[in-house]
């Protein structure tokens, strides 16, 4: 009835609700919403958990979008996308039976691509999931995993995932008391060539040279912290094919070091293949103008979040200023009481367009978008 036609359109449109509706409308229409709506399925896990061990069922947790994927699995088959949302569980016994439901949810979803596990706010499920789940074959299609990195457990589990391009981890909250902190990899490298990496904070140069052991000519894109990027500008620099950088600022010991900004200037000007830089500054902790004046010249790109306009006026009639073809501010900062918001901006697009760079806002999380 319909040949041709896909159920795509603005995510607005397409919600959970509308794509049901889709779904009751007529024959013809079912496999077409379907496909839509079982395309990225969010499984949670809620407060049964509580309950007594001899309570416990392996489903008993679960939302109805879990429990619909166990209970027909041609609905599973259609699953690429799948988040797991998890909850804490306070012994072995429990963590076991909150494994279970995980495995068996992996084992339906076997056309699964992009897994999320998470459970950032629960040390102890995290640290025991991983292990359940290791030696089962689940994660070899798997090409984007985002997941908590607290312990051995979880980094074996990145062995498995030979066709990974895209990781994110997390840093989650560790149980680990400070003489148990991981430092090394349990192997030496890891199969994946990753075009993509989230580095979570204070993940250790051992661990960060294995997962990119064999993503040297591959990895375009890498976020991290700033002071993780200073620990960890070696084997960065040696990344050939990044072109893509974001960065959130931090302040060392809450206060601006030029030294800092420094040291930040040169290890950003050691990548000469970098295209696209991101500066995300905290709220409290926007990125000083020397930073902006040392960037490197291959900069192309440039996306901005809470810097102070007086730093980008003068930093577009600079000669790297004026090197770029695009400049993505938001969330920045006034610099005159005096003056009108609206007069502010004005001198900010005539800044842009005298220096021939395109000018555009951007209001969301550039960590959570890219």
Same mark, same amino acid.
């Given at each position: 009835?319909?040949?041709?036609?896909?159920?795509?359109?603005?995510?607005?449109?397409?919600?959970?609700?509308?794509?049901?509706? !889709?779904? $009751?409308?007529?024959?013809? @229409?079912?496999? /077409?919403?379907?496909?839509? +709506?079982?395309? &990225? #399925? %969010?499984?949670?896990?809620?407060?049964?958990?509580?309950?007594?061990?001899?309570?416990?069922?392996?489903? !008993?947790? $679960?939302?109805?979008?879990? @429990?619909?994927? /166990?209970?027909?699995?041609? +609905?599973?088959? &259609? #699953? %690429?996308?799948?988040?797991?949302?998890?909850?804490?569980?306070?012994?072995?016994?429990?963590?076991?039976? !909150?494994?279970?439901?995980?495995?068996? @949810?992996?084992?339906?979803?076997?056309?699964?691509?992009?897994?999320?596990?998470?459970?950032?706010?629960?040390?102890?499920?995290?640290?025991?999931?991983?292990?359940?789940?290791?030696? !089962?074959?689940?994660?070899?299609?798997?090409?984007?995993?985002?997941?908590?990195?607290?312990?051995?457990?979880?980094?074996?589990?990145?062995?498995?995932?030979?066709?990974?391009?895209?990781?994110?981890?997390?840093?989650?909250?560790?149980?680990?008391?400070?003489?148990?902190?991981?430092?090394?990899?349990?192997?030496?490298?890891?199969?994946?060539?990753?075009?993509?990496?989230?580095?979570?904070?204070?993940?250790?140069?051992?661990?960060?040279?294995?997962?990119?052991?064999?993503?040297?000519?591959?990895?375009?894109?890498?976020?991290?912290?700033?002071?993780?990027?200073?620990?960890?500008?070696?084997?960065?620099?040696?990344?050939?094919?990044?072109?893509?950088?974001?960065?959130?600022?931090?302040?060392?010991?809450?206060?601006?070091?030029?030294?800092?900004?420094?040291?930040?200037?040169?290890?950003?000007?050691?990548?000469?293949?970098?295209?696209?830089?991101?500066?995300?500054?905290?709220?409290?902790?926007?990125?000083?103008?020397?930073?902006?004046?040392?960037?490197?010249?291959?900069?192309?790109?440039?996306?901005?979040?809470?810097?102070?306009?007086?730093?980008?006026?003068?930093?577009?009639?600079?000669?790297?200023?004026?090197?770029?073809?695009?400049?993505?501010?938001?969330?920045?900062?006034?610099?005159?009481?005096?003056?009108?918001?609206?007069?502010?901006?004005?001198?900010?697009?005539?800044?842009?367009?005298?220096?021939?760079?395109?000018?555009?806002?951007?209001?969301?999380?550039?960590?959570?978008?890219?």
């Amino acid at each position: 009835m319909f040949p041709g036609v896909e159920a795509t359109g603005p995510s607005s449109k397409l919600d959970f609700a509308t794509l049901s509706a !889709l779904c $009751l409308t007529s024959k013809e @229409l079912l496999p /077409l919403a379907r496909s839509k +709506l079982y395309r &990225r #399925v %969010v499984a949670s896990f809620g407060s049964g958990m509580e309950g007594s061990v001899e309570e416990l069922h392996p489903y !008993l947790w $679960l939302n109805d979008a879990g @429990l619909t994927l /166990l209970n027909y699995p041609h +609905l599973a088959s &259609r #699953v %690429v996308e799948l988040e797991v949302k998890l909850e804490e569980v306070e012994s072995s016994t429990k963590a076991n039976t !909150l494994a279970k439901a995980v495995i068996d @949810l992996l084992k339906c979803c076997y056309n699964l691509k992009v897994l999320d596990l998470d459970g950032d706010r629960f040390p102890f499920t995290m640290d025991h999931l991983p292990g359940a789940l290791t030696g !089962l074959d689940l994660f070899a299609n798997l090409t984007e995993l985002s997941t908590v990195q607290t312990g051995p457990n979880a980094l074996l589990l990145l062995s498995e995932c030979i066709n990974l391009q895209r990781l994110n981890l997390r840093p989650g909250v560790a149980i680990f008391g400070d003489d148990d902190t991981l430092d090394q990899p349990p192997v030496a490298s890891f199969p994946f060539r990753l075009g993509h990496f989230t580095v979570p904070s204070d993940l250790s140069l051992p661990i960060f040279r294995a997962i990119t052991f064999n993503s040297t000519d591959s990895l375009h894109i890498l976020h991290l912290h700033s002071e993780d990027f200073l620990r960890l500008r070696e084997p960065i620099a040696e990344l050939a094919s990044l072109d893509e950088l974001c960065i959130t600022w931090q302040q060392r010991n809450g206060q601006y070091s030029p030294s800092y900004t420094k040291d930040l200037s040169s290890a950003l000007n050691a990548l000469t293949s970098l295209r696209t830089l991101t500066i995300q500054a905290l709220r409290q902790a926007p990125a000083p103008s020397s930073l902006l004046s040392r960037l490197p010249p291959t900069i192309t790109t440039l996306y901005l979040s809470r810097v102070h306009i007086k730093d980008i006026i003068p930093f577009l009639a600079s000669d790297t200023g004026r090197r770029l073809s695009k400049l993505a501010v938001g969330g920045f900062y006034r610099f005159s009481s005096e003056l009108e918001e609206e007069e502010e901006r004005r001198l900010l697009e005539e800044a842009a367009g005298q220096a021939g760079v395109r000018l555009v806002d951007y209001w969301w999380n550039r960590f959570d978008h890219l």
